[in-house]
């Protein structure tokens, strides 16, 4: 017996509980989806017609940790929709303040590459805040580039955003590139052994998650070749996990930048912003 969209969205919160600490949005969006409204509508105009079909088979996905982003196929970040698959990471609200960072650091950014650019959210954002910008993103994996591609087209930005297929584990992997008023990357950084989330280590691609057993290994090879990227002032900014500051400073800082630290929403260390030290 089908139920109206209201009774089936309080069945559903319920269900998910125990998957999620989001699960009355959770249930929203699945069920937004399905009825191919926004959420708002949803809420504000359908909440007495019959729940659709597919509904409960999406609750069962979610229910098995999938994340909402996968199934949907998409995710808001700073205000703007990104196609994601389970090639690239799922945008997190937390790498919101590696976009303010960058746009308080460098505001008349010209030139900004995105180092591991996933879905493109980072770069993409950038440019749509700064129509004076052009940008590179650089991504080894080629079915997440493809995303990043799409994005850029639905984004109206692919005429400024050029996704290229570079692996800087690889020697000669900056070739051609040039230099740039702005770096950002948010690069692997989460240690081999760590305990993740089931909806992190079962979905999303490790590739872009893990980086070694202390989880510094990209910021390793990375940190030391922002110099030779960057134009004469410019300045780069990285994404980092909490516990990561220290290090992360002491290999900018061994490179010769003097170091900024900001922190997410939830007031833990989430990126660092690399000057040069005499700029
Ligand atoms: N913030 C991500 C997580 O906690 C990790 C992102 C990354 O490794 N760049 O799952």
Same mark, same amino acid.
Do not use: K
């Given at each position: 017996?089908?139920?109206?969209?209201?009774?089936?969205?309080?069945?559903?919160?319920?269900?998910?509980?125990?998957?999620?600490?989001?699960?009355?949005?959770?249930?929203?969006?699945?069920?937004?989806?399905?009825?191919?409204?926004?959420?708002?509508?949803?809420?504000?105009?359908?909440?007495?017609?019959?729940?659709?079909?597919?509904?409960?088979?999406?609750?069962?996905?979610?229910?098995?940790?999938?994340?909402?982003?996968?199934?949907?196929?998409?995710?808001?970040?700073?205000?703007?929709?990104?196609?994601?698959?389970?090639?690239?990471?799922?945008?997190?609200?937390?790498?919101?303040?590696?976009?303010?960072? !960058? @746009?308080? /650091?460098? #505001? *008349?950014?010209?030139?900004?590459?995105? +180092?591991?650019?996933?879905?493109?959210?980072? %770069? &993409?954002?950038?440019?749509?805040?700064?129509?004076?910008?052009?940008?590179?993103?650089?991504?080894?994996?080629?079915?997440?580039?493809?995303?990043?591609?799409?994005?850029?087209?639905?984004?109206?930005?692919?005429?400024?955003?050029?996704?290229?297929?570079?692996?800087?584990?690889?020697?000669?992997?900056?070739?051609?590139?040039?230099?740039?008023?702005?770096?950002?990357?948010?690069?692997?950084?989460?240690?081999?052994?760590?305990?993740?989330?089931?909806?992190?280590?079962?979905?999303?691609?490790?590739? !872009? @998650?893990? /980086?070694? #057993? *202390?989880?510094?290994?990209?910021?390793? +090879?990375?940190?030391?070749?922002?110099?030779? %990227? &960057?134009?004469?002032?410019?300045?780069?900014?990285?994404?980092?996990?909490?516990?990561q500051d220290v290090a992360v400073t002491q290999l900018a800082v061994?490179?010769?930048?003097?170091?900024?630290?900001?922190?997410?929403?939830?007031?833990?260390?989430?990126?660092?912003?690399?000057?040069?030290?005499?700029?």
């Amino acid at each position: 017996m089908s139920c109206d969209i209201a009774t089936a969205l309080r069945d559903a919160a319920t269900q998910l509980a125990a998957t999620s600490d989001t699960a009355r949005l959770d249930a929203e969006l699945l069920m937004a989806h399905a009825l191919g409204l926004t959420r708002s509508d949803m809420l504000l105009r359908h909440m007495r017609e019959p729940a659709p079909e597919g509904f409960a088979a999406l609750v069962e996905r979610r229910a098995a940790h999938e994340p909402i982003a996968h199934i949907t196929g998409e995710q808001e970040f700073y205000g703007r929709s990104f196609a994601v698959t389970p090639d690239t990471l799922v945008p997190r609200g937390d790498s919101e303040c590696v976009v303010d960072a !960058a @746009l308080e /650091a460098v #505001p *008349d950014a010209r030139s900004i590459i995105d +180092l591991g650019t996933g879905t493109g959210c980072l %770069l &993409l954002t950038l440019l749509a805040e700064r129509p004076q910008a052009t940008g590179v993103g650089v991504e080894r994996s080629d079915r997440a580039r493809a995303v990043a591609v799409g994005n850029a087209r639905a984004l109206g930005l692919s005429g400024r955003a050029d996704m290229v297929a570079r692996d800087w584990t690889r020697d000669g992997w900056r070739d051609g590139l040039g230099r740039f008023d702005l770096v950002i990357s948010n690069p692997p950084y989460v240690e081999a052994e760590a305990a993740l989330q089931p909806d992190v280590r079962d979905y999303e691609p490790g590739e !872009a @998650l893990f /980086a070694g #057993p *202390d989880g510094l290994e990209d910021y390793r +090879l990375l940190v030391p070749q922002l110099p030779a %990227l &960057l134009l004469p002032g410019g300045v780069a900014v990285l994404e980092i996990g909490a516990a990561q500051d220290v290090a992360v400073t002491q290999l900018a800082v061994d490179a010769g930048f003097a170091v900024t630290l900001r922190r997410d929403l939830g007031g833990r260390p989430r990126a660092l912003v690399l000057r040069h030290g005499d700029a």
